[in-house]
C-alpha cells in the first residue's frame, strides 16, 4: 500500500526566510505523479505544485519549488522569500493511477513578521 | 473558469436530520471526488466517480451515508440521519482523467456541524 509521511507537525519561520517541507512516500510504482496542496484558514485547498515523476527536472512555480529525490522516494517543498500569506497547513499528495490521491498528514506553516 | 461549486458553505443541523451537500464540477472534467476533513482523521476520500459512475465507495462511513452523480454537472453527498460525529469539512473535488490532467482540483468545501 502506498502512504505519504510528513514528518514535520509544525514549523515556524520569519517572513523573508526560506523553509523547506518535507515528504516521503513508499510505492512499488514506477510511474505516479506528486503533488503539494495549501491549505490557508479559509481551508480552501489550493494545489501549489505538482510533479510527474518520469521527470527528472525539478518542478518550480515562482517561490515554490521542488526538490524531487525518486530512488530515496523523497518529495520535498522549498518556499523562497517567505511571505505572510504563505501560513497554511501544507499537503504532500501521492498518486498512482488517475484517479486516487493519497494525502500526508500535512505540516502547518507559520510566518511570522 | 468557475473553478469546483460547493453548495452550501455552511450547515448547521440537529442530529437525526437529512443532510445533502451538493457539487458542480469543473466544465468538462470527468472525474469527481467527495473527501471529508477532521482534526483526528485528516482528509478522507469518501467516493469518487469516473463518467458519472462510482469507481470506489469504500471510503464511505456507512449506510447513512449514499452519493449520486445524476449527470456530469452534479453530484450529491447524503448523510441520513445525521450524527454529531458526521461534524467536518465536507470537499469534493474533480479532475480531467481521459485529458491526462490528472490533478484534482477541490471546491471550497462544505462547513458541517451536526448537533
Known amino acids: 500500500a502506498q502512504t505519504v509521511t510528513q514528518s514535520q507537525p509544525e514549523m515556524s519561520v520569519q517572513e523573508a526566510e526560506t523553509v523547506t517541507l518535507s515528504c516521503t512516500y513508499d510505492t512499488s510504482e514506477n510511474n505516479y505523479y506528486l503533488f503539494w496542496y495549501k491549505q490557508p484558514p479559509s481551508r480552501q485547498m489550493i494545489l501549489v505544485i505538482r510533479q510527474e515523476a518520469y521527470k527528472q527536472q525539478n518542478a518550480t512555480e515562482n517561490r515554490f519549488s521542488v526538490n524531487f529525490q525518486k530512488a530515496a522516494k523523497s518529495f520535498s517543498l522549498k518556499i523562497s522569500d517567505s511571505q505572510l500569506g504563505d501560513t497554511a497547513m501544507y499537503f504532500c499528495a501521492f498518486m498512482v493511477r488517475a484517479d486516487k490521491i493519497i494525502f500526508g498528514k500535512g505540516t502547518r506553516l507559520h510566518i511570522l513578521p | 473558469d468557475a473553478g469546483v461549486i460547493q453548495s452550501p458553505r455552511h450547515e448547521v443541523t440537529e442530529m437525526g436530520q437529512e443532510v445533502t451537500l451538493r457539487c458542480k464540477p469543473i466544465s468538462g472534467h470527468n472525474s469527481l471526488f467527495w473527501y471529508r476533513q477532521t482534526m483526528m482523521r485528516g482528509l478522507e476520500l469518501l467516493i469518487y466517480?469516473?463518467?458519472?459512475?462510482?469507481?470506489?465507495d469504500s471510503g464511505m462511513p456507512e449506510d447513512r451515508f449514499s452519493a449520486k452523480m445524476p449527470n456530469a454537472s452534479f453530484s450529491t453527498l447524503k448523510i441520513q440521519p445525521s450524527e454529531p460525529r458526521d461534524s467536518a469539512v465536507y470537499f469534493c473535488a474533480s479532475s480531467d482523467v481521459q485529458g491526462r490532467q490528472e490533478t484534482q482540483y477541490f471546491g471550497p468545501g462544505t462547513r458541517l456541524l451536526v448537533l
Open positions: 466517480f469516473n463518467n458519472n459512475v462510482p469507481i470506489d
